[in-house]
């Protein structure tokens, strides 16, 4: 995915990846902490010694400890009933290199080192392990650290994580290392905290569990010299999840998530085969592999995809949402579905549950919207077309109100919003006008100074900053193609992303661009749309210039819900979910009703770029909210919706 | 982007080749042909069970199946309640979305490994990929209710609503190392609401050309070990005796439960049985001569197996339109796809213009090496004696060809190539092929398109 705004990657030698990571060893910092572990006796002082000395300024300084460890897992041929020791060499972070000696590595450690997007680091490793090893971090760091760090020493890797999303590292100097238990995972969150994995609504969650999948050898891992086996006989007898492994006696413990919450699995294949992680009863969508986000945004465009099993190559990484959904107790199994095991009987098998612990009334959010004609009683508010109006499921209550900004009615210079986003963590509101309309003047134009032309059209889309009191164009319709007047290219739904920059809308007449703007970058295909669609602009430079360069896609084709002449006047996003209102009554009423008011929703939606497979809902059509608990009379006075 | 199409020339020659090393195994003969395949999906379509629910009954049971090689292998499978033999896999159940799918499942009394019950104390089936699932009856094991051997007449009713079209797999989810390997599997359709013809909305396909392969693999030591312990009157636990999983060792790999060349003979051939689905996937050539367009067909892949499998037809690409009865978000033209166990795909599968092919106005200008110069090992052939679609020429008196009416064969297997021999016998194992016959032809009298009268 694109990098957020402001983020940069620090670049500092020759070495520098194409995607911005790099990978450098701090030789002076290594050589002060050999001399200086040498001299264990000044330990103490190393300490203050890596504070200061060989590190760039700006790095952030982690710890993690490589040494040996045992582990009690729970024994396969007695059903569990017992446990068996299992020898490994393993990482663990420490806070830091004093904390070594007590620390005690995990087999299969699921607890990532997290890091976040955009930030140095010097990932300083502490060999304790008895023999050289490095520090490979699948798709985070360069070129291989072919020298590797010696017993007893000190090594620093540094790594500014371009994208978020879910690592595997481990030491590669000898193929031994990751038999051995040599990996771990890294977890880089987003450089803006914002609930989600990726930066991107697809990968919203609320809970998260990291997924180890490995696999031991016995024979060659509690060997008194691995290093001696014959690699030609390794064939592994126990199976793991997160080091743990699943018998008739012994379960692993499960992971306890609330039904209707979006649990985030961080799969990591840390095993040396392919696998296959299925969960039962639960649909899994992926959004990211290998830290690659799948939102239509990243390198190669994939889009999130619902599967059952998720295939994982050998060093492979998948970040899947599960919406967790049933009554409390109830579990789902997630299993490795290549059926792997140590025993019949269910004795040693790579399966663990999921499992319900309470079930959370949905909350329904709040119902920020704007009315068509004039003023209007709702619930006993009066609202008027250029306000938006919050419904908190109890009461109504004016948000924006548009006369205090300016937006006020004069003659036929008529201010009246037809689409609305609000933000409802800041406060911000997008809007666009159902028609042009005079820049606000004299006590207002210090606020509406940002706006640059006199008049507003109804092909931009403005937005409020609500902290600062001020308005800006957040997209210029005809820098995108956007004509005014005639060609109806009035923009009546409105949904954006602040953070990704990419504007989501639906307008009220046909679109077709010849000129300049086509349907998707190097296609050649001229982007026609209709006014029952759902259009996306993505900006190349993001929320920097939301109206710049970019490429329009078709983002819900309301052909495929049976929408034709209907005019679809209100558009709101979710992570999942496409929903919008119409200007006109449903064309097929299903039951519970469809008013022209309500606002509909396609759950799961999914659509294609353009061909033969239509957009897809996970359900059929679902009221999302019935304005009739407003004006049950169903004047068809809403025209703009946005959720909170 | 289409990828780029091999060589018919090497895909024939290949095949020409391969009849050669399948001649001696070949003990289904050839295949027959109808208007479409004649290894088409054959669905179970259930009945109507209380409450509108589209209702199936199923047995777990045991028997024996049948290899190319002369081998016969003990295995566990389910059955239509009352069947004479169990199937291998089990029946192939078809519903439409939105139905309320109800499966009835008993383990009838184990008898002398001749289509009784199955030997296990507990079995059960699950439905990945479907949510909702409830399971009733029986006693709660580790993954759903299951049928317990010792209480007669034991029985769960798992019931869900079919709620996305695609294909599926159903399995059992009783220690499922075991009895998954052993065999307890089936094929599940969930057809769209748009009707039978389409595989997803808005996706239709030709119904005469559709195909589910179903991909397993065994390791017939395992199979042999149950088979000794039953027959010596053991059961539960006891029936595995040293079933060892980490030690499996795989011998067959089969599609629809059939080693290659039993895989290319037709559904409910009378020597297999209980191995009743065949896997030859035969299509029409869109002739690009002709305003009508054939309709693509439908390949349905789904893994049962333990094993991830490489499957590619030669010849050429495919679209590759769902994973998991879900469609991608953008279709994928491939030939080769990894199928993971457990995992399904859906595929259209076309003969559009390939390699400029035009009919009789544009044959593929292919030179063969004259026929006297070409060996025919075993004396049986593929080939048609000539190279292009539809056309039949004299082969030397000696030779046995397969062609009907001048079709095209290509290749359709398993890529990881350990995997298309029966116990070291090759060729063999996940290995179907691809039958290309010429366009339909429009029959005014009859108002609909039908396959040339000689590939009939």
Redesign the interface.
């Known amino acids: 995915m694109a990098q957020p705004d402001g983020v940069q990657v620090m670049t500092m030698s020759s070495n520098t990846r194409t995607d911005g990571t790099m990978r450098t060893k701090n030789t002076s910092s290594i050589r002060s902490r050999i001399a200086a572990l040498v001299a264990t006796s000044l330990l103490a002082s190393v300490t203050v010694a890596a504070a200061t000395a060989g590190t760039a300024a700006a790095a952030t300084d982690r710890w993690i400890c490589a040494k040996p460890g045992s582990a009690s897992v729970a024994d396969p041929a007695t059903g569990g009933t017992s446990t068996m020791p299992v020898a490994f060499t393993g990482f663990v972070e420490v806070a830091s290199d004093l904390d070594c000696a007590t620390a005690i590595p995990q087999l299969g450690d699921p607890t990532p080192i997290r890091l976040t997007q955009g930030v140095t680091y010097n990932l300083n490793v502490v060999n304790q392990t008895g023999f050289p090893i490095n520090l490979t971090a699948v798709g985070l760091t360069g070129a291989p650290d072919l020298t590797g760090i010696a017993d007893t020493a000190i090594d620093s890797y540094e790594v500014t994580p371009a994208e978020p999303g879910t690592y595997l590292y481990e030491s590669s100097l000898d193929p031994r290392h990751a038999l051995l238990g040599l990996q771990g995972v890294i977890v880089v969150d987003p450089a803006v905290p914002d609930g989600s994995a990726h930066g991107s609504p697809v990968s919203d969650y609320s809970t998260e569990q990291v997924v180890v999948i490995s696999e031991i050898d016995l024979s060659f891992s509690n060997a008194v010299d691995p290093f001696v086996e014959d690699l030609r006989n390794f064939k592994p007898d126990l199976y793991l999840l997160n080091g743990q492994t699943h018998t008739a006696g012994s379960a692993i413990p499960p992971i306890v998530a609330d039904s209707g919450e979006r649990l985030l699995l961080r799969y990591v294949n840390a095993s040396s085969d392919n696998s296959t992680m299925t969960v039962l009863g639960l649909r899994q969508i992926i959004v990211a592999f290998d830290g690659e986000i799948f939102d239509g945004t990243g390198a190669v465009g994939e889009l999130p995809r619902n599967e059952s099993n998720i295939f994982l190559t050998a060093g492979q990484t998948a970040d899947v949402i599960v919406t967790v959904d049933g009554a409390i107790g109830d579990r789902f199994a997630i299993h490795n579905r290549n059926l792997r095991t140590s025993a019949t009987g269910n004795n040693g098998e790579q399966l663990m549950m999921i499992e319900v612990g309470s079930v959370v009334a949905p909350v329904a959010p709040d119902v920020y919207l704007s009315l068509n004609n004039s003023a209007r009683s709702l619930a006993g508010v009066v609202v008027r077309d250029e306000d938006v109006a919050i419904w908190d499921g109890t009461t109504i209550s004016i948000f924006f109100e548009g006369e205090s900004h300016g937006l006020i009615d004069v003659g036929p210079n008529i201010a009246d919003i037809d689409a609305v986003h609000v933000d409802p963590t800041t406060g911000d509101v997008w809007f666009s006008l159902r028609q042009d309309f005079d820049k606000p003047t004299g006590a207002f134009a210090a606020a509406w100074a940002a706006v640059p032309d006199a008049r507003l059209q109804e092909n931009d889309i403005f937005k409020f900053d609500s902290a600062a009191g001020t308005f800006s164009v957040w997209l210029d319709g005809s820098e995108i193609g956007l004509s005014d007047g005639l060609n109806r290219h009035d923009i009546n739904g409105v949904s954006v992303d602040p953070v990704s920059g990419v504007t989501t809308f639906s307008v009220n007449g046909c679109i077709l661009i010849a000129d300049g703007v086509p349907y998707m970058t190097g296609s050649g295909v001229t982007f026609g749309a209709r006014n029952e669609d759902v259009l996306r602009w993505i900006p190349v430079s993001g929320a920097a210039d939301p109206s710049g360069p970019g490429q329009f896609k078709v983002l819900f084709d309301g052909t495929d819900f049976g929408l034709g002449p209907e005019n679809l006047d209100a558009v709101v996003i979710s992570a999942t979910d496409v929903m919008f209102s119409l200007s006109t009554e449903f064309p097929n009423i299903p039951t519970p009703e469809f008013d022209r008011d309500d606002l509909i929703a396609c759950r799961g939606h999914q659509s294609p770029p353009l061909g033969s497979i239509t957009d897809t809902c996970t359900a059929p059509l679902a009221l999302q909210f019935d304005a009739d608990i407003l004006h049950p009379t169903n004047a068809g006075q809403v025209d703009a919706y946005s959720l909170g | 982007m289409k990828l780029p199409i091999r060589s018919k020339l090497a895909g024939i020659l290949s095949v020409a080749v391969m009849a050669g090393g399948l001649a001696a195994g070949l003990s289904s003969g050839a295949p027959a042909s109808a208007n479409g395949g004649n290894s088409t999906i054959r669905c179970e379509t259930g009945g109507v069970g209380t409450g509108g629910a589209v209702e199936f009954n199923l047995e777990a049971r045991d028997g024996y199946i049948s290899f190319p090689d002369g081998n016969t292998i003990y295995t566990w499978s389910y059955a239509l309640a009352g069947a004479p033999y169990h199937q291998f896999p089990g029946p192939t159940l078809c519903v439409d979305e939105g139905d309320q799918v109800r499966v009835n499942l008993t383990n009838p009394p184990h008898g002398d490994n001749l289509s009784g019950g199955i030997p296990a104390d507990f079995t059960s089936i699950?439905f990945?990929?479907?949510?909702?699932?409830t399971a009733t009856g029986g006693t709660a094991g580790?993954?759903t209710q299951e049928v317990d051997a010792g209480v007669p007449g034991d029985m769960v009713t798992y019931e869900f609503t079919a709620?996305?079209p695609g294909t599926y797999l159903y399995e059992s989810?009783t220690?499922?190392?075991?009895q998954?390997?052993m065999g307890l599997f089936g094929g599940l359709i969930v057809y769209p609401s748009a009707g039978r013809g389409f595989v997803?909305?808005?996706?239709n396909f030709d119904t005469e050309n559709e195909y589910l392969l179903i991909f397993h693999e065994m390791d017939p030591g395992l199979h042999v070990g149950v088979e000794l312990n039953s027959l010596a009157g053991l059961t539960g636990?006891a029936v595995?005796g040293d079933?060892?999983?980490?030690s499996r060792h795989n011998r067959y790999w089969t599609i629809n439960g059939r080693a290659f060349p039993d895989v290319i003979a037709p559904n409910d051939t009378p020597i297999l049985p209980t191995q009743p689905y065949g896997g030859l996937v035969q299509i029409n050539a869109d002739d690009p001569d002709d305003a009508f367009t054939q309709l693509p067909a439908l390949v349905r892949y789904a893994n049962a197996g333990?094993?991830?499998h490489p499957f590619h037809p030669h010849g050429n690409s495919l679209r590759i339109?769902a994973?998991?009865?879900?469609?991608?978000?953008?279709?994928i033209e491939a030939y080769t796809e990894?199928v993971?166990?457990?995992?399904t795909y859906d595929l259209l599968a076309e003969w559009n213009d390939v390699e400029a092919w035009q009919g009789s106005d544009a044959p593929i200008g292919i030179t063969l090496p004259a026929l006297d110069n070409t060996i025919f090992k075993g004396g049986v052939t593929f080939y048609s004696g000539d190279a292009d679609l539809g056309q039949q020429q004299q082969l030397p008196i000696d030779v046995t060809t397969f062609s009907t009416c001048g079709e095209y064969y290509f290749p359709w297997h398993s890529h990881a190539l350990q995997e298309i021999q029966n116990f070291d016998e090759g060729f063999g194992g996940m290995l179907t092929l691809w039958r290309v016959d010429p366009p339909k032809e429009y029959d005014a009298n009859a108002d609909q398109w039908l396959s040339p009268t000689a590939c009939r």
């Open positions: 699950l990945p990929g479907q949510t909702g699932v580790l993954l709620s996305a989810g220690d499922q190392a075991v998954v390997q997803y909305d808005g996706v636990d595995l079933y060892d999983p980490v333990l094993d991830n339109i994973q998991d009865a879900r469609p991608f978000p953008d279709e990894t993971a166990a457990g995992q």
